[in-house]
């Protein structure tokens, strides 16, 4: 192996791996932990693809190394699905078709169950801010802002 | 590429200092990562300062505000008493980049990359904002409007690292504001921008302060705009002196954002509308 050792908990699971130190954690995780669900888009920031939380707070894993990543928690996309399960979030989009290509799908997603965890119940403009660090070029957007409201209604009846 | 986690301020400036190479401090690395990404940079060196913990809470004192050098845009705007007493401030932070780049960006990596428009440096200055600054050997505390010297300059000796911006406490009847222009609302950079500052008495401007970002190759004072609304209750004539001065400190870069003109004109309009909040954010009525 080379490089330096990395403990990290992802999805909740414990998971170790070894990356040379300039390396993103975006990298990391798509080539070496072998989860693929972030995306890279741009690699600078500015479109969201990538879009991942660590200790909770969103952020743009392509902006992240891969070493600053020792203890502590990731969320990915790929931990949405509990039991089997989509998220609800997961269900709208689909209902809604508000995906195309899908390459920005999975920043979407974490973004905004990021947003609907912090406030179950934003506002059409609260939800365009929030999801303004995440590009698509294929919806409009409209049906993702749609989709989000519909997951957040399902999410309050529970 | 050297990656260190210090636990201290003095380990993380002696490592800086010793660092033959090209050494870096990463505190959220949205400008650093960017900059290795595209090739501008290759350090030998990378001090990850998140594992210092003098460096990552918000605490109050009677002196004011410490905001700690690694306390995250998103921690600013979360902290309640904070945006209370300088709400102008954390909207200039909260500005910088979507949701994903607030987790991770800080006031003081905005500052030291040094760019003439990052959006809470006016707002920090118009504070009257103070950064401790960490050497191997020595403490000192410096004005923020000292330490960038020019786009992508700082007066910070090498090895030098800031652990915490403070902020002076607040005054009864005060209030700030910050205003930027972007030609989208999100994610964009500031073709101008303005913070004010400022006391009152029995509705009167007692002290103020001015800024203006992205017209210079710093973030620039405007004393002159400062004095035109001081013992004033921001009549037309005050503002109209104050938008006059601010368009007089201009010296902006001419592009396809914004030309020399049309900068100069917002510098102005900004600065009054920024004026004008402030005012009634301290208790003022308009
Ligand atoms: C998509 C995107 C959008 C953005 N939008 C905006 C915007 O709207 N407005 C804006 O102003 N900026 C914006 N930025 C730029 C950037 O996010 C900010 O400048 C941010 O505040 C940098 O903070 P950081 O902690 O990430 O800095 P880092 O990248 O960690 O560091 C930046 C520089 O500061 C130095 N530094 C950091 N901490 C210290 C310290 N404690 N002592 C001494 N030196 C230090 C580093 O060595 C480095 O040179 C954007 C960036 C991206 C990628
Ligand atoms: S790939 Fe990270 S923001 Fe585009
Ligand atoms: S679905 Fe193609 S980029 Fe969004």
């Not at chain 2, 004192?61 to 979360?78: D, R």
């Not at chain 2, 428009?117 to 904002?129: L, R």
């Amino acid at each position: 192996m080379t490089g330096v050792l990395v403990s990290t908990t992802i999805n909740g699971d414990a998971v170790q791996f070894a990356c040379p130190t300039d390396e993103t954690l975006l990298d990391s995780l798509r080539n070496r932990v072998g989860l693929t669900g972030a995306k890279e888009g741009c690699g600078t920031g500015d479109c969201g693809a990538c879009s991942i939380t660590l200790d909770g707070r969103l952020v743009c894993a392509c902006l992240v190394l891969g070493v600053e990543a020792n203890g502590r928690e990731i969320g990915t996309v790929e931990g949405l699905v509990e039991d089997g399960k989509l998220h609800p979030l997961q269900e709208k989009f689909i209902e809604h078709a508000a995906l195309q290509c899908g390459i920005c799908t999975p920043g979407f997603l974490v973004a905004a169950k990021t947003l609907l965890e912090k406030n179950p119940k934003p506002s059409e403009e609260q939800i365009r801010y929030a999801l303004a660090g995440n590009l698509c070029r294929c919806t409009g957007y409209d049906k993702i802002v749609r989709a989000v409201q519909a997951a957040a209604k399902e999410m309050r009846k529970k | 590429m050297r990656y260190e986690t210090p636990t201290t301020t003095k380990e993380a400036a002696t490592l800086l200092y010793k660092e033959k190479g090209q050494a870096h401090i990463l505190a959220g690395g949205t400008d650093l990562l960017v900059r290795m990404k595209m090739g501008m940079t290759e350090p030998t060196l990378v001090v990850d300062i998140k594992h210092i913990p003098a460096m990552q809470a918000i605490t109050k004192s009677a002196a004011g505000f410490k905001i700690g050098a690694t306390v995250c845009g998103a921690a600013m705007t979360e902290h309640a008493a904070l945006g209370k007493a300088w709400p102008g401030l954390v909207e200039a932070a909260n500005l910088i980049g979507s949701d994903q780049i607030q987790g991770r960006c800080t006031m003081v990596g905005n500052l030291c990359n040094g760019s003439p428009a990052a959006d809470s440096v006016p707002a920090m200055i118009a504070a009257g904002a103070k950064a401790i600054v960490v050497g191997k050997d020595k403490r000192r505390t410096v004005a923020v409007d000292k330490i960038v010297t020019g786009p992508g300059k700082t007066s910070l000796a090498k090895g030098e690292v800031i652990e915490a911006i403070t902020l002076p406490a607040r005054l009864p009847r005060s209030g700030d504001a910050y205003l930027r222009f972007t030609p989208r609302t999100e994610m964009d950079i500031a073709v101008v921008s303005a913070a004010v500052n400022l006391t009152l008495e029995r509705g009167v401007v007692k002290t103020a302060r001015v800024v203006l970002g992205a017209v210079a190759p710093t973030a620039v004072i405007v004393a002159k705009a400062a004095k035109a609304i001081i013992g004033t209750k921001l009549d037309d004539e005050a503002l109209e002196k104050l938008t006059a001065a601010c368009a007089a400190a201009c010296n902006p870069i001419d592009d396809k954002r914004g030309t020399i003109e049309y900068r100069t004109k917002v510098a102005g309009v900004l600065a009054k509308r920024a004026a004008k909040i402030a005012y009634q954010r301290a208790g003022g009525t308009l």
